[in-house]
């Protein structure tokens, strides 16, 4: 079993910039594909960014965001920059163990979810 617990989420203007951070249980972090999602009001949960031994990302956030992991401290960033209003939405971090970062580019491939992060980008 996995627990993950997102923060960082908050309110910052359009072009502003955000680090999302979700820490996770586990002595076996570092065999878990982990990934960032988001779900704005009306709409699905969407894929943002993952990352195993390679990195993969959502088109609409290429170039603007980054995600990293850190295997000591048992966390996976997210650091958004030149942030747009579109991207407002609740971020879930999510997990699986024994996969690439493609493969949990799907949120129905996903095993163990955070409870979520808001983040709001003003106009």
């Known amino acids: 079993q996995v627990q993950l617990v997102e923060s960082g989420g908050g309110l910052v203007q359009a072009g502003g910039s955000l680090r999302l951070s979700c820490a996770a249980s586990g002595r076996t972090f570092s065999s878990y594909a982990m990934g960032w999602f988001r779900q704005a009001p009306g709409k699905e949960r969407e894929f943002v960014a993952a990352i195993s031994g390679t990195t993969n990302y959502a088109d609409s956030v290429k170039g603007r965001f980054t995600i990293t992991r850190d295997n000591v401290k048992n966390t996976v960033y997210l650091q958004m920059n030149s942030l747009k209003p579109e991207d407002t939405a609740v971020y879930y971090c999510?997990?699986?163990?024994?996969?690439?970062?493609?493969?949990?580019?799907?949120?129905?491939?996903?095993?163990?979810w955070g409870k979520g992060t808001l983040v709001t980008v003003s106009s």
């Open positions: 999510g997990a699986r163990a024994y996969v690439t970062a493609q493969t949990i580019s799907v949120p129905n491939m996903i095993h163990y």
